[in-house]
Every structure is written in C-alpha cells, then in structure tokens.
C-alpha cells in the first residue's frame, strides 16, 4: 500500500507543478492497411506432405498472392487474410487428400525478400503439416 500513497503523491506533486501535461493521453494515428500492404508481392509457396516413402516437398513458383491484405493464389485456390502483424489465416485444398484445409502462420514482409511459413490442418482428415513462403517481390 506505501507503494500507490506514493505513486498518488508523485501525481499530484507534478499536476501541482505544472507537469500535467505529462500524462496527458496522446492519440498516434496508425496507417491502417499499411502493413498489410507491405505484404504485397508474389511468393513461391511450398507445401510438406508424408505418404509411406517418407516427407515430400511440393514447391510452387509464383503461386501464392498477396494485395492489401487479401491472400490469394494463381490459380485461385487459396482465399484468405494477412493482418498488420503478419498473421496469415487463408484456406485451400488439402494438400494431401481430398477437401479443404486451413493454413495459418506468419509473413515476415520486412526480410528481403519476404518469406512466411506456417502449417496447415486438412479438415477432412485431421493430418497437419507445414507450409512456406519465399522469394516475395
């Protein structure tokens, strides 16, 4: 309890000074859709996948899209977000059996180039796995 009488009284001892100001709450504008914007570019996305033979490897050379924010791919497949943190959330087929699946991770847009990586969870089957980004222009 000493500890907030005295915080109380450093407040008043500076409002009674004239420092009031200090503590004034300041509004700092954000550029929405700034970031998601710095995401902006075409990526090579690669997806891990595992059958019987072992891990896979499928990459796809300019595939994945991002436009202010709205994930995209080339042939229209992937339909999702990336947020002002680089948080991706976006759907698409399930890489390793029939349905859909949800992909979630980050995009890292201040590396140069950009990358992302993640993991995605087929819906249908429950199999889970990892996703990547990279060489974003």
């Known amino acids: 309890m000493k500890h ?25 504008p954000l550029e929405t ?24 490897v499928t990459q796809l050379k300019g595939f994945f899209r991002v436009t202010n924010g709205v994930i995209s791919s080339s042939d229209g497949t992937l339909a999702g977000t990336v947020d002002h ?10 890489p390793t059996a029939n349905g859909g699946a949800r992909f979630t991770g980050n995009i890292t847009y201040l590396a140069n180039p950009k990358e992302g990586q993640g993991e995605y969870l087929c819906n249908t089957t429950g199999i889970k796995n990892s996703w990547r980004i990279n060489n974003g222009s």
């Open 85 to 94: 943190f680089g948080t991706a959330t976006f759907d698409g087929p399930c």
């Open 33 to 56: 859709g700034a970031a998601e914007a710095t995401a902006n570019g075409v990526y090579d996305f690669s997806f891990t996948w595992l059958d019987l033979a072992g891990q896979h």
């Open 4 to 28: 907030v009488h005295f915080a109380a009284l450093a407040v008043t001892m500076l409002a009674m000074s004239g420092c009031a100001d200090l503590f004034a709450v300041k509004k700092i």
